[in-house]
Nanobody, 126 residues
Framework: QVDLVESGGGSVQAGGSLNLTCVVSGSTYTSHCMGWFRQSAGEEREGVATIDVDGTPTYADSVKGRFTISNSKDNAKNILYLQMNNLKPDDTAMYYC??????????????????WGQGTQVTVSS
């Protein structure tokens, strides 16, 4: 069983920054690639960024140059981060972290991920 818990969401003005954190327990650091997804009201869940087991990141075009995905290992837990800079009102959504037991996550859709966190809300005002 893999458990994921997100934190770090909040309300900011356009141009501001937030750093989301996802603590992943129950998985091994070398077997699960991970990603961040978001879903706004009335929209489908979309991929934001993923990171492969070897650390290779992939970004949605809408966040390239503004968001950075990274991960680290601390006390046997895998921690996933999403640093979000220059936030825009269109970034407003519930943000979820997800994990799957594959080497590569790049290009995978949300349906490929069996493990999900509960989500953290990000609201960007103009």
């Amino acid at each position: 069983q893999v458990d994921l818990v997100e934190s770090g969401g909040g309300s900011v003005q356009a141009g501001g920054s937030l750093n989301l954190t996802c603590v992943v327990s129950g998985s091994t650091y070398t077997s699960h690639c991970m990603g961040w997804f978001r879903q706004s009201a009335g929209e489908e869940r979309e991929g934001v960024a993923t990171i492969d087991v070897d650390g290779t990141p992939t970004y949605a075009d809408s966040v390239k140059g503004r968001f950075t995905i990274s991960n680290s290992k601390d006390n046997a837990k895998n921690i996933l981060y999403l640093q979000m800079n220059n936030l825009k009102p269109d970034d407003t959504a519930m943000y979820y972290c997800a994990a799957v037991r594959f080497w590569r996550c790049g290009g995978r859709s949300s349906g490929d991920f069996p493990y999900w966190g509960q989500g953290t809300q990000v609201t960007v005002s103009s």
